[in-house]
């Protein structure tokens, strides 16, 4: 299989707490690969470190090809935090200009990513008088207008009511489909069957790295949280 992302042997020490042990997990191209765990397990920390803003004690993190954090991958990676990065005092389609201009990309561009958002009918409506949830998509479209080879989104649908969610899933799907690699974190373990491929983690260790579907048969179970239970259970008797 062809990896956007390899991480071989991650060690990452925040404060003085190491939250990351010897993390090793690949990421597939063209596919969404969901990142999924407890909150605190560390998968922000994961995310970081791919993305190449996270410094790290040990191990290798390789995405597509080069070394996390190198110059040539900062045109080819989005990335949307928990904390949506966009400019308040702009409208909703005057920051998707600015970032699309950012990439060298026409206005067009831009109002392309607001509408596969869904924010169309806000497009003119400041940022910072946007609900959370708006909000939210208002960064998402800041980070897929560059059009990059590797996504990365931290929780992107939180906040968001069922129908919006069902629909930027479909979004992530249809950019996969055209090529684009998504890894996506969440902690709502009904997002995880929406998912090609999914990472989960606990306590900054990795309990597996399969399909949703590998996960069932390998578990017995059908339902995936409660998959996740028993790997959590399988690991505490090994
Ligand atoms: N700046 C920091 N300094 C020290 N410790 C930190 C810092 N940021 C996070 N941590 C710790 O690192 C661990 C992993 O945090 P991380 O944010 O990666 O988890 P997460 O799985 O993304 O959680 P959530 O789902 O709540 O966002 C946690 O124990 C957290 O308390």
Same mark, same amino acid.
């Given at each position: 299989m062809d990896h956007a992302i390899e991480i071989n042997g991650l060690v990452v020490e925040r404060g003085r707490r190491r939250v990351l042990h010897e993390l090793s997990c690949t990421v597939p191209r063209g596919l969404v690969t969901g990142?999924?765990?407890?909150?605190?397990?560390?998968?922000?920390?994961?995310?970081?470190?791919?993305?190449g803003v996270q410094v790290v004690t040990g191990g290798t993190v390789s995405v597509l090809g080069a070394p996390a954090g190198s110059a040539p991958l900062r045109r080819r990676i989005g990335y949307m935090t928990q904390a949506p990065s966009v400019y308040a005092d702009l409208t909703v389609r005057e920051n998707a200009r600015y970032f699309a201009a950012l990439h060298g990309l026409p206005a067009t561009a831009a109002d392309? /990513?607001?509408? %596969?958002?869904?924010?169309?009918? =806000?497009?003119?409506?400041?940022?910072?008088?946007?609900?959370?949830?708006?909000?939210?998509?208002?960064?998402?479209?800041?980070?897929?207008?560059g059009r990059p080879d590797l996504l990365v989104l931290d929780e992107p649908t939180v906040g968001l009511d069922p129908v919006l969610r069902t629909e930027l899933w479909a979004t992530f799907h249809d950019m996969a489909s055209r090529g684009t690699?998504?890894?996506?974190?969440s902690?709502?373990?009904?997002e995880a069957g929406r998912c090609d491929r999914l990472l989960l983690i606990r306590e900054g260790r990795l309990i597996a790295d399969d399909t949703?579907?590998?996960?069932? /048969?390998?578990? %017995?179970?059908?339902?995936?949280? =409660?998959?996740?239970?028993?790997?959590i259970r399988e690991g505490a008797h090994a």
């Open positions: 990142l999924l765990g407890p909150s605190g397990s560390g998968k922000t920390t994961l995310l970081r470190a791919v993305v392309d /990513a607001v509408g %596969a958002v869904g924010l169309t009918d =806000a497009r003119g409506q400041l940022v910072g008088t946007l609900s959370g949830g708006q909000r939210n998509r208002a960064s998402l479209a800041c980070a897929i207008v690699t998504l890894l996506v974190s902690h709502v373990m009904d949703p579907d590998g996960i069932r /048969a390998a578990t %017995a179970q059908h339902d995936l949280e =409660a998959a996740f239970l028993e790997l």
